[in-house]
């Protein structure tokens, strides 16, 4: 069995691991040797910590011989590269930070570990978060889906979404700002989620953006998901935002809905223009139809707003706006010619951003998010894409040049940054492998804190219509 250790969801490793059946040495070995064998073709890793993973695992293989238990005790995981961890190297995607080792963790790594997970490395990130495509200088490659080597894992959490769907790791932790978890779950037929604003607490050095970014899991099933939510899900107790669950998220996926769920729908970008990719259409239907035969009431509505030209502007001067601080802040002196061209692109955005330029801003998107919250305010759930389209191939959004890339992501992530304004959960769930061999999923979107009911009734599509028997072609090897 020690060969195909990686099949075994999550939550079943935990298990075998308890029972003696498997040691945490052997499994972080198992992922390690996959990492040596898959990534180079992959760029999942940005670091790898072998050393370290073993030291964590050693340990965590005594205090189970001692009949200790925790969360997370013996699996080795995976932590994104936005998130310092005490002892691995964290660049944040960019090579002026190439050198940087953190001598301590953030809050949500520090629960992590605390937990017993082995830390088997950094998963690759965009710059700074800054981009839905993940394409590093730090390891000067791409991060692809394993479904196709020629297209983006997407971004920013690229990086951990290559590594669940190759069987690299069994979960991952990632950070969703404007969609970072869920467009890269989407392109790797995973399940990603963004929790409820406050449920973790926030620890990227993005400036504004922290109020949208917030960490959360992609795992392979929604049940391994909600066993790293649950060590994520305590927050500092000096967050204002923060706030606790009631119960476990492990628990509450083992139950449906506690009633019918009333769900919107609709497939519209909410772009202009833009024409609906059949398979994206497919996938939303798809799920309503299943939602519908589970006994949930399904409505198909209009968008509540649009993402015209001043949302667009506002939310293009957020992030110019975030990373310029970021990089004012973290990038050492003399460093920044290093810089890749779209984050120099967006510091000089930034630089000439007035304090009302940014309030504007701000403004407009309160104005955007509002409109979901007042439409959405009869319902439980609502259906969405995820994004506009399959996973797109390596240069895609950089092809019409740096001052074009912020429209060419939008134009394929636009579904997505909306529950980060509102500050709702939303979850990112495979559909289906389209014609073309690329994964499809949708968006759920919750209400605000309705992480647990929301999470319920994603397991309870999983186990109408299981997608755990579709992996890429590395998976067998």
């Given amino acids: 069995m020690s060969g195909r250790l990686h099949e075994l969801s999550a939550a079943a490793q935990r298990e075998s691991l308890r029972a003696g059946d498997v040691s945490s040495r052997e499994l972080t070995e198992h992922y390690l040797g996959r990492i040596e064998k898959f990534d180079g073709g992959l760029g999942a890793f940005t670091t790898v910590t072998p050393d370290l993973a073993l030291e964590e695992a050693a340990r965590a293989d005594q205090r189970i011989a001692r009949g200790e238990w925790s969360p997370l005790l013996g699996l080795p995981l995976a932590i994104k590269d936005l998130y310092p961890a005490a002892g691995a190297r964290t660049t944040f995607g960019s090579a002026a930070l190439a050198t940087f080792t953190p001598p301590a963790d953030t809050w949500t790594v ?5 937990a017993g997970a082995a830390l088997v490395g950094k998963t690759s990130t965009a710059e700074f978060g800054a981009t839905c495509y993940t394409d590093t200088d730090v390891t000067g490659r791409p991060t692809v889906t394993p479904y196709d080597l020629t297209r983006y894992a997407s971004g920013s959490s690229g990086g951990a979404a290559a590594a669940v769907a190759a069987g690299l790791v069994p979960l991952a932790h990632a950070g969703d700002g404007a969609g970072s978890t869920r467009t890269p779950a989407a392109t790797c037929h995973l399940v990603g ?27 392979r099933s929604v049940a391994d998901a909600a066993l790293l939510l649950d060590v994520m899900a305590q927050p500092w107790s000096g967050d204002p935002d923060g706030w606790r669950a009631d119960g476990s998220f492990a628990d509450a ?3 449906p809905p506690a009633r019918p769920l009333r769900v919107a729908v609709w497939t519209d970008s909410g772009l202009g223009g833009l024409p609906q990719h059949p398979e994206v259409v497919r996938a939303v239907e798809r799920t309503a139809t299943l939602l519908q035969d589970l006994g949930h009431q399904v409505r198909e509505v209009q968008i509540p707003a649009r993402c015209d030209e001043p949302v667009r502007l506002a ?3 957020l992030f110019a706006s975030s990373v310029h601080a970021a990089v004012q802040s973290l990038v050492p002196p003399g460093r920044s010619e290093v810089l890749q061209p779209y984050t120099r692109y ?3 955005e930034g630089k ?6 940014l309030f504007a801003a701000q403004r407009v998107l309160a104005r955007y998010a ?3 919250l007042t439409a959405l305010e009869s319902f439980d759930v609502a259906l969405t894409p995820v994004t506009n389209g399959p996973p797109v191939p390596v240069g ?30 939303a979850v990112s769930l495979p559909s289906h492998l389209g014609r073309d061999g690329l994964p499809y999923g949708v968006q759920l979107v919750g209400r605000r804190r309705a992480d647990a009911s929301l999470l319920a009734v994603a397991a309870q599509l999983e186990r109408s219509a299981p997608w755990n028997d579709v992996h890429p072609s590395c998976w067998d090897d």
């Fill in 110 to 114: 520090g629960l992590l570990r605390q």
């Fill in 193 to 219: 989620v963004k929790p409820s604003r406050g449920l973790v607490s926030s620890s990227v050095p993005l400036s504004s953006l922290t109020a949208t970014t917030i960490e959360g899991p992609i795992a």
């Fill in 253 to 255: 996926v083992e139950r």
């Fill in 315 to 317: 939310l293009r001067t």
């Fill in 346 to 348: 967006l510091c000089t």
């Fill in 352 to 357: 000439a951003l007035s304090g009302s330029d």
């Fill in 370 to 372: 509002s409109a979901f």
């Fill in 396 to 425: 895609h959004f950089q092809a019409g040049g740096v001052a074009a890339i912020a429209d060419a992501m939008l134009a394929w992530s636009a579904p997505t940054p909306w529950a980060n304004l509102t500050g709702q959960p």
